[in-house]
């Protein structure tokens, strides 16, 4: 089965998404550097709400998921 294979483009912090859009963004100094998250008013926060006390440098917009180039058949 082949899946569809998408490209990741990681962005500068600098240049932020629009406020709210859930991303992914990359922390290097966190234990787990790459997490969901999103930017309000120039702050970021994680998926939960919680700011983030680890410096933001990049972020990349969520992938659009795994497409089946053919469905599993089933007996």
Known sequence: MML???TLVW???DAPPDDT???M???PSACEPVWLGY???GTWFDIAGFE???DVTAWAALP???VCAEAPVWP
């Open 21 to 23: 859009e859930t991303v």
């Open 64 to 66: 659009a998921g795994a």
């Open 4 to 6: 569809d294979q998408e």
């Open 39 to 41: 930017c309000e008013g």
């Open 52 to 54: 983030l006390v680890h």
């Open 11 to 13: 962005y500068s912090a």
């Open 25 to 27: 963004v990359y922390t």
